[in-house]
């Protein structure tokens, strides 16, 4: 008989797996990435506000520690060509399967880029030839080189006057080969809010670099771990999440050993074989609260959300699917966070909150707020909920 899984159960679950409950918060940052598979680091500042909701006692010195110190988590362009952080031994199924999707349509757009732009009349030999001067720089240069730095390697691309589409291919030749695993970015040289690494030859920045998984195989371990992060889930979950094909799913799906099992509403949905799920129901969480940033990678972890997110999805996503913040309640999206001028977190929600909920979120963003210490984190992507004045918000704001 296939196993029904409860609306409250996955919530639940996202309380225990994601270490967004404050009584099951991480000890350390790699608990916390493995335990999500990986971080959405589209905006730099996601990275750290993304630990700091679920890891104990989280320094910022800790989050670049394990960035550029121990390397224990590494940035990575893949699935749906964005930017995330790995566990580091997660790498390979990414290079072989993910990334190397997104490299097969980078690469004939950035070839086809060139010759449209009157840069070079044969795009792929260009490109090549672009990547071998920027790995021949990168070889003198241990320690990594700026997109600054690497000007003078593409004066074609770079002189003065050259036109800002022209420009543009700069970054996206640095990007391919990010995508292949020839480079990677490195050490950052601004504020942990902002993104300016310096770029750097894979080998130097790993040391022993792993081979490539092939396709199939790297398809599965990644399904793998998604299963472990946010299963049960749909197919079409997977599919949106991996920026694959319903092909390439459903055989890593099989790979894997997948269970089947059936939502609240009766749609199929996918487990790990060894899910606990499948012994019996999930003991019941105690209410919870959590201030989770843009792009979080617990609300972007499936395409179907209303288990979460209720009515709030127009407040909170934008017309491109991306998330800004949220304050959650005991396993569901409520309202969303802003910082004040003094960088002061207040919570601003979408529904009727109770004492507990309330006073709960309070603490969570008097939390944020002391973590902070006075820094404003801005977004490209604030949500309607997050642009409307404090004065015209349906309920109460509460401050920390």
């Not at 006692?57 to 390397?71: F, Q």
């Not at 893949?78 to 690469?107: H, K, N, Q």
């Not at 790990?272 to 940033?293: C, K, N, Q, V, Y």
Request: aromatic share 6%; glycine share 8%; with cysteine.
């Amino acid at each position: 008989m296939v196993r029904t899984v409860t609306d409250a159960e996955r919530r639940t679950r996202v309380a225990q797996r994601h270490g967004v409950a404050p009584q099951h918060r991480y000890d350390d940052v790699l608990a916390a990435v493995r335990a999500m598979t990986v971080l959405h680091a589209t905006e730099p500042a996601t990275v750290h506000l993304a630990l700091h909701a679920r890891v104990r006692d989280l320094a910022l010195a800790d989050v670049d520690a394990e960035l550029y110190g121990t390397r224990a988590v590494v940035k990575q362009l893949a699935m749906r060509r964005t930017l995330f952080v790995f566990p580091r031994d997660l790498l390979p199924a990414a290079w072989g399967s993910a990334s190397a999707r997104v490299l097969a349509a980078e690469r004939n757009r950035v070839a086809k880029d060139a010759v449209a732009l009157g840069v070079a009349p044969d795009g792929h030999a260009w490109l090549d030839d672009a990547r071998g001067r920027v790995l021949d720089a990168l070889a003198s240069a241990p320690g990594g080189l700026t997109a600054q730095d690497l000007r003078p390697v593409l004066p074609e691309l770079t002189a003065a006057g050259a036109p800002a589409e022209v420009r543009q291919l700069a970054g996206r030749v640095v990007t391919n080969l990010g995508l292949s695993a020839h480079v990677v970015r490195g050490t950052n040289t601004q504020h942990w809010r902002l993104s300016r690494p310096r770029w750097t030859a894979i080998a130097d920045w790993l040391g022993e670099v792993p081979a490539p998984l092939d396709a199939a195989a790297g398809w599965a371990r990644l399904v793998a771990a998604w299963l472990g992060t946010f299963g049960p889930g749909t197919e079409d979950d997977v599919v949106w999440w991996l920026g694959a094909t319903k092909g390439v799913v459903r055989r890593a799906l099989a790979d894997v050993g997948a269970v089947q099992v059936a939502l609240e509403d009766g749609r199929p949905a996918w487990v790990a074989a060894d899910d606990p799920l499948l012994d019996g129901a999930l003991a019941t969480a105690e209410p919870w609260a959590a201030l989770l940033p843009v792009l979080d990678p617990t609300v972007m972890g499936w395409k179907e959300r209303d288990f979460y997110l209720g009515g709030h999805r127009a407040a909170i996503f934008d017309r491109n699917g991306n998330a800004g913040t949220t304050a959650w309640w005991d396993g569901r999206v409520v309202g969303c966070w802003v910082q004040d001028p003094e960088g002061v977190v207040e919570v601003r929600p979408l529904e009727p909150l109770g004492a507990d909920a309330a006073a709960a979120l309070r603490v969570e963003a008097a939390r944020l707020t002391a973590w902070l210490d006075g820094t404003r984190v801005g977004t490209v992507y604030p949500s309607a909920a997050m642009r409307q004045e404090a004065a015209d918000c349906p309920y109460p704001v509460l401050r920390a």
